[in-house]
């Protein structure tokens, strides 16, 4: 089935990589060298994108290195490159700007290659299948060959791909801060929020009562890695918060996470009262946290001993880790 929709980023990443299919790495500037045409189509999980074309500068004689793996703007590192006569075989690992393990092979027969490339990303399995034949004709290593509008169009692809992931990362950030979500500010990789504006912005609002207690939400081991990022003191906000909870009766806050004033607020606020006779919220508080300080009801006690004894409280469910909400944010990046 071939794919007519706009290529993932990895899927520019691999054609910029084949760009370079006939090119050392690292080709030193201003050497001369010869024009090769090469075709490259990439698959992604069944799906075909149509083969590409485009002509690049070549180096003179055998080739003794795989594909140039450092198109713009990306992270990847060769390795493992071993030579069998004709044959050059290679791994390949990319960081940025999207996480990629890949091994390659490639056979050059005189004046024409083949070869492929497979990799893993988050997205799956792709296979790029590669071929070329040397065109001839002078050219400068390390730069487009003039008049191939492919390679060009190859390379504004790339870019487009890649400013796309970039306003959509911006998008989710920028939500992340909205909701004092931790998860994209603690993961790392290139999907990760560090180092953007909207870490300082996530890291202004960790110190207000608002943004910890929101934050408060998403776990204590959360809160206190996002501390560390943001290179906070928690004491300080954690008392200031409880002080400002005491000030606005916030019992739920008070009953999670503020220990001390809890205490206290049950002793003001449960001691020689009966539960019948509390409001709703405070009774829920009272029958929680200070239920030895209330006052037993003679009627409710009497009807407990005749009624069957409650039901245990279910247990909790596990509040969605960090990396699990990562997951969920970076399928909205990626678009799958």
């Not at 509008?149 to 390379?155: D, I």
């Amino acid at each position: 089935m071939t794919m007519r929709t706009r290529p993932s980023h990895a899927a520019a990443l691999l054609l910029a990589l084949a760009a370079g299919a006939a090119v050392a790495a690292d080709p030193p500037a201003g050497k001369k060298g010869v024009i090769w045409e090469s075709t490259t189509a990439v698959e992604v999980s069944g799906m075909s994108m149509p083969p590409q074309t485009m002509r690049t500068c070549t180096p003179e004689g055998d080739w003794k290195e795989p594909p140039s793996t450092q198109p713009p703007d990306s992270k990847c590192k060769v390795t493992d490159v071993k030579q069998s006569g004709k044959t050059i075989t290679w791994k390949m690992a990319c960081d940025q700007p999207e996480k990629m393990t890949g091994a390659g092979s490639m056979t050059r027969d005189g004046d024409t290659y083949r070869g492929t490339m497979d990799v893993t990303s988050k997205q799956g399995a792709m296979q790029m299948k590669m071929s070329g034949r040397k065109v001839g004709g002078a050219c400068e290593l390390g730069k487009p060959v003039a008049g191939d509008a492919r390679q060009a169009e190859m390379m504004a692809m790339m870019e487009q791909s890649k400013q796309g992931m970039a306003r959509e990362l911006e998008k989710q950030c920028t939500s992340a801060v909205r909701e004092m979500n931790p998860a994209l500010f603690l993961m790392k990789g290139a999907y990760s929020c560090q180092g953007t504006p909207q870490q300082a912005e996530f890291c202004k609002r960790l110190q207000t009562d608002e943004g910890f207690r929101k934050l408060g939400q998403a776990g204590e081991e959360n809160l206190e890695k996002s501390a560390k990022l943001c290179k906070v003191d928690l004491a300080p906000l954690r008392s200031r918060a409880c002080a400002d909870a005491v000030r606005r009766k916030d019992l739920a806050y008070l009953g999670a996470s503020c220990p001390a004033e809890r205490k206290a607020m049950a002793q003001k606020e449960c001691a020689g009262k009966e539960d019948s006779n509390l409001a709703p919220d405070l009774r829920d508080f009272c029958l929680r946290h200070g239920k030895e300080l209330l006052i037993q009801d003679p009627k409710a006690k009497a009807t407990k001993k005749k009624s069957a004894p409650a039901a245990p409280e279910p247990e909790p469910e596990p509040k969605e880790g960090a990396v699990d909400q990562g997951k969920k944010a970076l399928k909205g990046i990626l678009g799958f």
